[in-house]
């Protein structure tokens, strides 16, 4: 049986949905080099909080001259020494130029000056709107930008950090990427790390991608990195993979390829090892129906729990499916099989301090 060598993460910037790009880069038996395809769905980019305000609302509209009603004061309706609603006066209906921070209704402003940034007090002043930032309409330590709403002003990067733990969003809110690998603050999901997902359900820190090796998506919530450290899921979990122009990193998933606890239910575990020697834990997808020894072409036609491997030779190929085992416990793992192989020479494929083998 060929060894698992060393395994190449490729992610590719895709549209909203997690839709995936192509098919897989394995070849039967574990090749190289694993182009494992990464659909990055968009993330709303018009988040946009209404003002406090309510549009059209001036504090009055009716024309009253001080007076009985129009046209009942000697003179013609609104003709009491001035234009209508300028009898000596300030008429209702023209508030002097403020609104309560919503669109003005004056005549000044015919078409309002709500600028759709909740923190900003909105202002109709000489025929022009004036919006102004006030830090008072967000929560500390956040402060009014009067572009982008309330934000922490505390945060280095901008608009937002991606990395656990984020800044630079209200509350509420995650730092997230678009397709077009632009940061942007939206309202945060809950779904965790490894769960399925949709583009808008994962926690903040994470983000919904597609480890599809085929057509059919298989949408995970991935944690952003910078380095292993943000990679806390467990010993599996590495900052590995690449995704956008920009070399945004995610962790892999951290995963047991026996219980294939780790992943959801559309997708299995494997260990794998990067180019540098590192071994890790990750999700792929999606699943096949292949049980012990069905022939296979790659993960994709087998079982979760089981591994496309070529028993044959390179000249002969012959790829099975076959189960995941502990060689430290291979009674147990290998349920009605006595033994659990190893995997290449000795030492074979050790992860974490116990080595792992196939059932055969």
Aim: proline fraction near 6%.
């Amino acid at each position: 049986m060929r060894s698992f060598v060393s395994l190449l993460f490729v992610f590719s910037w895709l549209a909203v949905g997690c839709a995936s790009g192509g098919g897989s880069d394995r070849d039967a038996g574990r090749d190289a080099t694993v182009g494992v395809d990464a659909g990055l769905p968009t993330q709303d980019t018009g988040i946009s909080t209404p003002d406090t305000g309510t549009p059209g609302e001036d504090g009055g509209g009716t024309e009253e001259d001080g007076g009985g009603t129009p046209g009942e004061d000697g003179g013609s309706p609104g003709e009491d020494g001035g234009s209508p609603g300028e009898d000596g006066g300030t008429d209702g209906g023209v508030d002097g130029g403020t609104d309560a921070g919503g669109t003005d209704a004056g005549p000044s402003c015919p078409g309002g000056c709500d600028d759709g940034v909740a923190c900003t007090v909105d202002r109709c002043t000489a025929g022009g709107c004036t919006n102004t930032a006030d830090d008072s309409l967000c929560v500390a330590p956040q402060t009014c930008n009067a572009t982008l709403g309330c934000r922490d002003a505390s945060c280095a990067e901008s608009p937002c950090r991606l990395v656990s733990p984020q800044c630079g969003c209200p509350s509420g809110e995650g730092c997230y990427l678009t397709t077009m690998d632009t940061r942007v603050c939206a309202p945060a999901g809950t779904s965790t790390e490894g769960q399925a997902c949709t583009a808008d359900i994962c926690a903040a820190g994470l983000i919904c991608i597609d480890v599809s090796e085929t057509a059919t998506e298989v949408p995970v919530c991935k944690r952003f990195c910078t380095s292993d450290a943000n990679c806390t899921a467990g010993p599996g979990s590495r900052c590995v993979a690449t995704i956008g122009s920009a070399g945004t990193q995610i962790c892999s998933s951290n995963c047991d390829v026996v219980t294939q606890t780790g992943c959801p239910g559309d997708a299995s575990c494997s260990i794998y090892e990067t180019m540098t020697g590192t071994r890790l834990t990750d999700c792929s997808g999606p699943v096949g129906g292949g049980g012990q020894n069905a022939a296979c072409i790659d993960d994709t036609g087998c079982q979760r729990g089981f591994a496309c491997i070529n028993v044959g030779s390179t000249a002969s190929p012959d790829n099975r499916c076959l189960r995941w085992c502990r060689r430290s416990a291979p009674t147990s793992s290998c349920p009605g099989i006595t033994s659990c192989a190893r995997l290449g020479d000795a030492p074979g494929l050790v992860f974490n301090g116990a080595e792992y083998g196939v059932c055969f």
